[in-house]
Nanobody, 123 residues
Framework: QVQLVESGGGSVQAGGSLRLTCTAS????????MGWFRQAPGQEREGVAC????????YYTDSVKGRFTISRDNAKNTLYLQMNSLKPEDTAMYYC????????????????WGQGTQVTVSS
C-alpha cells in the first residue's frame, strides 16, 4: 500500500523560508518520478517541481525557479521541497505525488498523492 505523508508546512512572512518533507512507503521509492504540487482555494492543482528517480534532473514551474529546490534522499524514502523567498502568491496546500511512469509537471502523470500540508505566506 503506497503512502505519502507531507510535513513542514506553516505560516511565514513574505521573504521567509520553509522546507517541506514527504515520507514515502509501500513501493520502491528510488525507482519512481516524484513531484510537488500545490492548490490554492478556487484554483486548479498545479505542478511546482518534479525530480527523476536518480535525483540528478529536476524541473520547475516558472514562478518558483530560483526560489524553490526539489531534492530526494532515496536511502530515506524522502522527498524535499526547500522554499526560499516565499511570496503571498505561494500560499496553497502543497502535495507530494508519485508516478508509476515517466512524469513531468502535469497531475495526469501521477498515480499516488499525499494528504497535503498547508503553506501560508503573509505580506
Amino acid at each position: 500500500q503506497v503512502q505519502l505523508v507531507e510535513s513542514g508546512g506553516g505560516s511565514v512572512q513574505a521573504g521567509g523560508s520553509l522546507r517541506l518533507t514527504c515520507t514515502a512507503s509501500g513501493y520502491t521509492f528510488g525507482t519512481v518520478y516524484m513531484g510537488w504540487f500545490r492548490q490554492a482555494p478556487g484554483q486548479e492543482r498545479e505542478g511546482v517541481a518534479c525530480i527523476l528517480p536518480g535525483g540528478g534532473i529536476t524541473y520547475y514551474t516558472d514562478s518558483v525557479k530560483g526560489r524553490f529546490t526539489i531534492s530526494r534522499d532515496n536511502a530515506k524514502n524522502t522527498l524535499y521541497l526547500q522554499m526560499n523567498s516565499l511570496k503571498p502568491e505561494d500560499t496553497a496546500m502543497y502535495y507530494c505525488a508519485a508516478a508509476r511512469g515517466v512524469a513531468a509537471l502535469s497531475t495526469r502523470h501521477y498515480n499516488y498523492w499525499g494528504q497535503g500540508t498547508q503553506v501560508t505566506v503573509s505580506s
